[in-house]
């Protein structure tokens, strides 16, 4: 053929995976979909176009600059950015329809038009949950979302990991009490910034700021506050703070704290932190943020927290909300290239069978035992030589190959070979998948 | 406040459903993904949006005027129309990375701007598999495809469903055979038709095509061909055709009926039929379509069919393949109007926990015994009464509630309440979660 082709390519900034990583990144994506379930997260499923009004009822700034946005006939549409207003919008539209407190997960795919960048996506998952309550919604919810993202992390098994957490009523008290209150989200975004400028920078980019001497020294005393979860909040009744936010956000840490411990959360794996503020201003309680022990270079990949009012925009009606995000694109690139996940196999059969010059009756009549006893399995109908065949297997990283020649068909059996082991073993035709499972507890 | 709200809301020709309705949803998705995935198909996601020139690298008329395209920087953009082009462009990018025969399925959005119309959607999942094979693809392919189609109608139960097939080497062979082959595609339209229009009125307009009243005469008989499978392939051998293409087609379908057999697909459920040509161009052997038997109004199900080379416009190498495609989203929403399936539970958990004025300790011991024996549990945290709490379980169709207050405390049991059947159980802390899934076998 002569005629020209076109370069099968994508976008840059579009994550793409070979099936060994797309088996991987699965395996991750249903654990997470699994423990939010298991707290009884419903599931929701928003467009992904929506009307531009709509869902840029807030946005301004970087985030507007970002959207995937055009016009199809009369509408001015747009991709979502985030899963967060859709959410809001849901809400709002169906709050009739929805009891409450309302508790949803969404894991999809959300667009920003971001100059690509290393670790940056244009298209990424975000796996959120959040709980909307009406008018109000009980703070021992502050204390299940940690409890859902330990059990994800300890589950995915990638490592120690410190799930921090914060109260923005904390920090807006304090800061209220020094007469900062007009310069907190400055201040509040340098100190963010600790981990990566250090004590030194952050002085002096406050003192750029115009704070006075004394209150820097309050703020450095007060995000240096060590010891323990307990010892921190001790510390912090010990400060003498004059501010009604303040002691509220206290009262609030040390109930969560407490909730957190009656979910069964290990002490170990979480961590009061005065510097963690997270970036969006319509947090205004609890915060949270989460590190992988090992590599915390990563930052956080599980952030998220309270607000008082999810539906603004939309209704009038009062919607609190808790919710947390992962960005499992960014968070699966990540790994992967730390090293810290490995594709393991490119296949999700269990057994591979293998006829050799026999004719398919016999053939799926195997394959149809394994599968209805639930094993995934597949045939390789190929005319190939028993090497191409085994190959095939090897490549793919199947377990169990099942090879049926004429011999087998005669005894109405099969030989089923353990890949990893070697092992070789006639089988009867109806006892393949008792056979496999077996062989795969040992 | 008196600011102006955004009334929330969503395009038309976008599904966007309630709980219920999305649990529902799922449900069927995963069923199919699992039937997918038994059968050895390996997942594939790719990006939603692609450039211009690799999605339309074949597209025209139709398809290129429905679709979403907009620019983003210098980038000429577009939304996949289809899970198949995306595939091709996938596979030749890949092929050097893929072993063949490669399987996969992509069960995701796509987007085509339709004028919006009853049952039709902007937005829709297409659920599809595809069979690669690099130069050659073995003909049990063919009978794999239907006996998967078959273990997914079976498990989603819809009632009584059945696999309509044909290949287009009879139909080109017998129109060839006939001198019509210059006429093909309209005369395979307006036979494509007969269910809805009627015997008389597609041999009128094929009168109008100017086919000759003999010709005529042999495709009605030739449509009308009546009998069991074997007696349809029999009828066919007996037809004088002397033609190559035909006899071939002859050939394959009677191989694949008997593949399909022995992949135990019980012969009620399929059903040779050369009405079926399937409008899309590009089918060259078997074609498949599939309807509900009670409600045939709804059309074909699930529909595919083989094709001789996938990826013509992106590479040389010659690809033949096999897929099919269930369009979910349409799908769904005819089986909900039609009553065929119904939305039973507005939550995914089995158990709420209701603690009556006792502290969170306890009541977080109780879930986490239930959580950790693998049953999705919900705390109802909220300080309302007695009634309100049960109304909550009641109306989100929660089957079990765990009734706490302190006498359960001070004797370390909780309340079991079966919600369907009403009865209440003491349960010691410990046993809560073995009590439920005796309950639920029972």
Redesign the interface.
């Known amino acids: 053929?002569a005629e020209n082709?076109?370069?099968?390519?994508?976008?840059t900034g579009?994550m793409?995976?070979?099936?060994a990583d797309?088996?991987l990144?699965?395996k991750i994506y249903d654990t997470i979909r699994q423990v939010y379930?298991?707290?009884?997260?419903?599931?929701?499923?928003?467009?992904?176009?929506?009307?531009s009004?709509?869902l840029l009822?807030k946005a301004g700034g970087e985030t507007e600059k970002q959207i995937?946005r055009?016009?199809?006939?009369d509408?001015d549409?747009a991709l979502r950015f985030d899963l967060t207003v859709p959410l809001?919008?849901?809400v709002?539209?169906?709050s009739g329809?929805?009891?409450f407190?309302f508790?949803?997960y969404q894991m999809s795919?959300v667009?920003r038009?971001e100059r690509p960048q290393k670790g940056r996506f244009?298209?990424f998952y975000q796996c959120d949950i959040d709980i909307i309550?009406n008018e109000?919604l009980?703070l021992?919810?502050d204390?299940?979302i940690p409890a859902v993202i330990y059990s994800i992390f300890r589950r995915l098994n990638f490592g120690k990991f410190t799930i921090r957490l914060n109260n923005r009523k904390v920090l807006n008290g304090f800061f209220g009490a020094l007469g900062l209150s007009e310069s907190i989200t400055d201040i509040l975004r340098i100190i963010d910034k600790i981990d990566k400028i250090g004590r030194e920078n952050v002085i002096s980019e406050l003192e750029k700021l115009g704070t006075e001497g004394d209150k820097i020294s309050r703020i450095m005393d007060f995000i240096s506050v060590s010891g323990t979860n307990s010892e921190k909040i001790n510390a912090l009744k010990a400060m003498d703070i004059d501010d009604e936010k303040f002691a509220q956000g206290v009262d609030e840490l040390e109930r969560v704290t407490?909730?957190m411990r009656?979910?069964?959360i290990d002490e170990d794996y979480f961590e009061i932190d005065f510097t963690i503020a997270r970036g969006l201003d319509y947090y205004t309680g609890t915060v949270y943020e989460t590190v992988l022990d090992d590599y915390r270079n990563l930052g956080s990949v599980c952030s998220g927290g309270r607000y008082d009012n999810l539906?603004?925009?939309?209704?009038?009606a009062k919607l609190p909300g808790i919710g947390i995000s992962i960005g499992l694109t960014r968070l699966f690139s990540q790994l992967k290239e730390a090293g810290i996940i490995k594709a393991e196999s490119?296949?999700?059969?269990k057994a591979l069978v293998i006829p050799m010059g026999i004719d398919?009756?016999y053939?799926?009549?195997a394959a149809?035992n394994i599968?209805n006893a639930?094993?995934?399995?597949?045939?390789y109908?190929?005319?190939k030589g028993m090497k191409a065949k085994m190959k095939?297997a090897n490549?793919?990283g199947i377990p169990f190959a099942v090879i049926i020649g004429e011999d087998e068909v005669k005894s109405n059996t099969v030989m089923l070979k353990n890949m990893i082991s070697g092992e070789q073993k006639a089988v009867a035709l109806d006892n393949i998948a008792e056979e496999i499972k077996t062989q795969e507890r040992m």
Chains 1, 2 share one sequence.
């Open positions: 053929m082709k076109i370069k099968p390519r994508i976008l579009f793409e995976l070979l099936p797309q088996i990144f699965n379930e298991s707290f009884g997260f419903l599931p929701l499923d928003t467009p992904v176009i929506e009307l009004e709509v009822a995937y055009f016009t199809k006939g509408n549409l809001a919008r849901y709002a539209q169906h329809e929805l009891t407190p508790k949803r795919k667009y038009g244009r298209e309550g109000e009980s021992v919810y204390g299940e407490g909730y009656d979910f069964g539906t603004e925009y939309y209704t009038s490119s296949s999700l059969v398919m009756e053939t799926l009549k149809g599968r639930g094993i995934p399995v597949d045939v109908y190929a005319e095939y490549k793919l």
